[in-house]
């Protein structure tokens, strides 16, 4: 079986072990998907390792750590209908990116399909699978799954066309929950996006990874988000209850500061979501407080 639908998007920085292994997965695949890499300025040989392990993969090095951009500067390569992320520390299982693929096809309401996350070497779910699975908003009767009003990029496969007109990842939010002001966008412009159960990812976290930087990302992300699109309430209410539950540490006294140096762009670029996509976000708010999957906080 091959699937032309679907084109895989990585981005990756100092991973060659781990991404050589994603690859080696993506490769043997049945809908045998093409693959484009992002090397956001590795100095470990990953580009090089990739251009002779795996010539077929389109490799773009752009000669600088772009982040989330780095699936943007892919994204212009795309030539197919549908668009599937993934980690260089996480693969698709064979049939999920033809099974997201058929229902997109047959929902053209529908921006993106998120899939099932396994974690390796264990084989268990995802702690955040359970709140994907009973997502609290609420969705029109012909939506495959549970609709959700955010994305894992890492385990999402998106319509190309909706991404590219909704803007792509954010230049200033780099990493870390850099999804939840697209995935807004996306309702904005009256895309659903949903939960497949079905469909499976697989995630063996690298061990290279600074949480401490994706932390404080996380935070300041998460009030530019709130500060960018939510009405002065809301905005208010959330940014309240972020300061009272975030660890009182250096990490998040960095990102407050950081996104509150950053009001001067942040009010010049400021744009009220639509009330019916706000009154989503309010459901949301309970299951985030809540959350035991909070990236920014973990």
């Given at each position: 079986m091959t699937d032309p639908r679907?084109?895989?998007?990585?981005?990756?920085?100092?991973?060659?072990?781990e991404l050589l292994r994603t690859?080696?997965?993506?490769?043997?695949?049945?809908?045998?998907?093409?693959?484009?890499?992002?090397?956001?300025?590795?100095?470990?040989?990953?580009?090089?390792?990739?251009?002779?392990?795996?010539?077929?993969?389109?490799?773009?090095?752009?000669?600088?750590?772009?982040?989330?951009?780095?699936?943007?500067?892919?994204?212009?390569?795309?030539?197919?209908?549908?668009?599937?992320?993934?980690?260089?520390?996480?693969?698709?299982?064979?049939?999920?990116?033809?099974?997201?693929?058929?229902?997109?096809?047959?929902?053209?309401?529908?921006?993106?399909?998120?899939?099932?996350?396994?974690?390796?070497?264990?084989?268990?779910?995802?702690?955040?699978?359970?709140?994907?699975?009973?997502?609290?908003?609420?969705?029109?009767?012909?939506?495959?799954?549970?609709?959700?009003?955010?994305?894992?990029?890492?385990?999402?496969?998106?319509?190309?066309?909706?991404?590219?007109?909704?803007?792509?990842?954010?230049?200033?939010?780099?990493?870390?929950?850099?999804?939840?002001?697209?995935?807004?966008?996306?309702?904005?412009?009256?895309?659903?996006?949903?939960?497949?159960?079905?469909?499976?990812?697989?995630?063996?976290?690298?061990?290279?990874?600074?949480?401490?930087?994706?932390?404080?990302?996380?935070?300041?992300?998460?009030?530019?988000?709130?500060?960018?699109?939510?009405?002065?309430?809301?905005?208010?209410?959330?940014?309240?209850?972020?300061?009272?539950?975030?660890?009182?540490?250096?990490?998040?006294?960095?990102?407050?500061?950081?996104?509150?140096?950053?009001?001067?762009w942040v009010l010049r670029e400021?744009?009220?979501?639509?009330?019916?996509?706000?009154?989503?976000?309010?459901?949301?708010?309970?299951?985030?407080?809540?959350?035991?999957?909070?990236?920014?906080?973990?």
């Amino acid at each position: 079986m091959t699937d032309p639908r679907t084109t895989v998007v990585v981005i990756t920085h100092n991973r060659r072990r781990e991404l050589l292994r994603t690859l080696g997965h993506l490769a043997a695949l049945p809908e045998r998907p093409r693959v484009i890499v992002t090397d956001n300025a590795s100095t470990d040989g990953t580009a090089e390792a990739v251009a002779l392990r795996h010539p077929e993969v389109r490799l773009l090095r752009p000669g600088r750590n772009l982040g989330a951009v780095g699936r943007n500067l892919a994204v212009r390569e795309v030539r197919t209908p549908y668009i599937a992320f993934c980690d260089d520390d996480s693969w698709w299982a064979p049939g999920s990116l033809a099974g997201a693929a058929d229902l997109l096809d047959r929902h053209p309401g529908l921006a993106s399909v998120t899939a099932r996350i396994v974690v390796e070497p264990d084989g268990t779910e995802d702690p955040i699978v359970r709140e994907l699975r009973h997502s609290p908003v609420p969705g029109p009767p012909w939506l495959p799954g549970p609709a959700l009003g955010s994305f894992l990029a890492a385990a999402t496969v998106l319509r190309a066309d909706a991404f590219r007109a909704a803007g792509g990842f954010h230049p200033r939010l780099w990493l870390g929950g850099e999804e939840e002001l697209l995935a807004a966008d996306l309702a904005a412009d009256g895309w659903w996006l949903t939960y497949a159960d079905h469909l499976t990812i697989h995630h063996q976290a690298s061990a290279a990874r600074d949480s401490t930087l994706r932390r404080r990302h996380g935070i300041r992300n998460t009030l530019w988000f709130t500060w960018l699109r939510r009405p002065p309430r809301a905005a208010l209410r959330r940014t309240v209850n972020l300061a009272r539950t975030v660890p009182r540490d250096t990490t998040s006294l960095r990102a407050f500061a950081e996104a509150t140096a950053a009001l001067p762009w942040v009010l010049r670029e400021r744009r009220v979501l639509p009330h019916e996509v706000e009154s989503r976000l309010r459901l949301l708010e309970p299951s985030q407080r809540d959350s035991t999957a909070r990236r920014y906080t973990g």
